[in-house]
């Protein structure tokens, strides 16, 4: 699924010295994994998470994105993959302001090929159980809810690929709980996960823990004792 | 399809943030209407002054000769020119350049009491040649005008104009057939004169008596002598010559030395719109600077709120990509809610222009423009 081999990102400044932000990063994610990917902030996961995603091109080293060497796309293949491939999960949700919970569950399908077919994003609604605040504002949800609207939002394209940074975040336990409870769901369903988290509890039900210092990756491990969602 | 699905994504941002769309599309409706307002005075104001000129001269294509070397100012009479331009010029002129078709001579004053009986006023009194009708474009409203045997006769007939007559007959006695006293001589009214309106300074060019010349020079002025002559050209283009040929031959009339200058003074009546219509063509630049002036603040009060919202919205640019907008898409959506506004709102102050430059018309400062088209 994932393939990343010597990536490197670094970030030119005009005020000072450049950052380097990944150094010669190397790891295959197999489809259908779960990964937590952990780190002190500034050790480099956004940068990661943003290149995984498409929203970045690597400074160095190949990407391969289920077989397709992305690193040298073009902003508008990226923007294809993103569309296709990609659901993103933010730590501050992203709804758009002004805007129902519908409507922003609809924004995806505009840009994968212009048809927004309502009953999908109704259904995706109802995946997340939310149908009901369907046509409620960003403003009128709870944080829970939000993540949730941003879940089903992710998925309304039917990705391979689900990033998530810090999903839990902003939310208190219950919420949270809630959230990495629609994760599994999704991961179970054969989907491939990748999340950042500095949570312990979010990074037990992982299968598997990346640590990056530095912009090194110092560790790649199997969790054998996986927790249940219970545990969490 | 998709082009639609992300067009509407537009509309909705304008929607959106519709107190924004709101106070940007206030923005170029105050440019455009401005613009619009200030440019339709300039033009307006342009017309006005034509219509004015157009309004005092009649036609176009004449030569005005009025007596006196130094540039007489104002409006010529009696008490205030030289005594050097006479009939036989006219008639010389008349006949010897070719290319005047015909000259009407005036003689006139304005400190002559004309009374009907115990009525009095002073208009302008008007001693003209048989043919003044044909040369300034004046219209007999009911009535007749004097012809050239009452000319040659001396005969006593005037004509009134619409203010000499609300003066002395009011709205309801017939002045037609009336006997009145110019100067305290006895004259026969033979026609009323349809209003002129205003001239270049605004002043009425309604308060006029016309009487033959001939009876003015020898029954009520006792003087020899005009206070203008128009002279009508066969092509309007012709002007310069028939100045040129003008001034030799009165020079030689008047027996000037070579080294004297002119005891006369010639003007060509194009010549004068232009520097007129130059004068208010000026006034109109200033104009349409002031409105563009209006358009750029407008301008930069769109801009300035548009950028605040990109800043702002620049999170909204990020989940836009992170579910699949190319830099391109999110691009394509800030134009077209920017055109929305912009044509929304240039609309809306076309119309607010419309509005008000429709009221204005009933208004009096520009009704001339309207009437003068006639």
């Known amino acids: ?232 | 399809m998709k082009l639609l699905a992300k067009a509407r994504q537009a509309g909705r941002g304008v929607v959106r943030f519709r107190r924004r769309s709101l106070f940007m599309m206030a923005g170029s409706i105050v440019g455009i209407a401005s613009l619009t307002v200030l440019d339709s005075i300039g033009e307006n104001t342009r017309r006005e002054t034509m219509a004015r000129v157009k309004n005092m001269l009649g036609t176009f294509d004449t030569v005005i000769i009025r007596p006196g070397g130094g540039k007489t100012r104002g409006m010529v009479s009696l008490a205030n020119v030289e005594p050097v331009l006479k009939f036989g010029d006219a008639a010389a002129i008349g006949s010897e350049v070719s290319e005047i078709r015909q000259v009407a001579q005036l003689q006139n004053a304005f400190d002559v009491d004309v009374t009907y009986r115990d009525r009095q006023t002073y208009p302008g009194v008007f001693g003209v040649s048989s043919n003044w009708l044909d040369l300034r474009g004046d219209r007999i409203e009911r009535g007749r005008f004097f012809d050239a045997d009452e000319e040659r006769a001396l005969a006593r007939v005037a004509i009134l104009g619409p203010d000499a007559r609300n003066e002395l007959f009011g709205a309801e006695d017939d002045p037609l057939g009336k006997s009145i006293r110019i100067g305290g001589v006895p004259f026969v009214i033979r026609g009323l004169l349809a209003s002129r309106g205003a001239g270049p300074t605004g002043a009425s060019l309604d308060n006029i008596v016309l009487i033959p010349v001939t009876t003015a020079s020898r029954r009520l002025f006792n003087r020899d002598f005009l206070t203008m002559l128009i002279a009508q050209l066969k092509n309007p283009e012709q002007g310069e010559v028939a100045a040129g040929k003008i001034t030799a031959l009165l020079r030689q009339r008047h027996k000037l030395a070579p080294t004297a200058l002119d005891d006369f003074t010639i003007t060509n009546p194009r010549a004068v719109l232009a520097r007129l219509t130059g004068v208010s063509s000026t006034l109109a630049r200033i104009l349409s600077g002031v409105a563009i002036l209006a358009m750029l603040i407008g301008g930069v009060v769109i801009m300035s709120l548009m950028t605040i919202g990109v800043a702002e919205r620049r999170r909204e640019i990020g989940l836009r990509r992170s579910v699949g907008a190319s830099r391109g898409d999110v691009l394509f959506q800030f134009l077209l809610e920017a055109l929305l506004i912009s044509v929304l709102g240039g609309a809306a102050g076309a119309g607010l222009a419309l509005s008000v430059s429709m009221r204005s018309r009933h208004s009096k400062s520009f009704r001339w423009c309207s009437r003068e088209t006639r």
Not at chain 1, 108 to 135: F, I, S, T
């Open chain 1, 1 to 232: 699924m994932i393939e990343v081999e010597k990536l490197s990102k670094t970030h030119e400044r005009a005020d000072g010295p450049a950052v380097h932000a990944l150094r010669e990063v190397s790891f295959r994610v197999e489809a259908g994994e779960f990964v937590a990917v952990r780190g002190a902030s500034g050790s480099g996961k956004s940068s990661l998470l943003n290149i995984l995603g498409c929203m970045d091109r690597p400074t160095q080293g190949s990407y391969r994105l289920n077989g397709q060497d992305v690193s040298a796309y073009s902003d508008r293949q990226l923007a294809r993959i993103r569309s296709q491939k990609i659901g993103f999960v933010f730590q501050s949700f992203n709804l758009l302001a002004r805007t129902t919970a519908l409507e922003n569950v609809e924004i995806p399908m505009v840009y994968l090929d212009g048809r927004v077919d309502r009953k999908k994003a109704l259904a995706a609604l109802e995946r997340v159980r939310l149908r009901e605040r369907a046509n409620h504002y960003g403003s009128e949800l709870s944080g829970g809810e939000q993540q949730r609207v941003a879940l089903a939002r992710a998925l309304i394209n039917d990705p391979l690929l689900i990033l998530a940074d810090e999903p839990t975040g902003n939310l208190d336990q219950t919420a949270g709980g809630e959230v990495m409870r629609i994760l599994l769901d999704l991961w179970r369903e054969g989907r491939t996960v990748v999340l950042i988290t500095h949570d312990d509890a979010v990074a037990a039900c992982a299968r598997r823990e990346i640590l990056l210092r530095d912009g090194r990756l110092v560790s790649d491990r199997q969790v054998d004792s996986a927790k249940t969602l219970e545990d969490v």
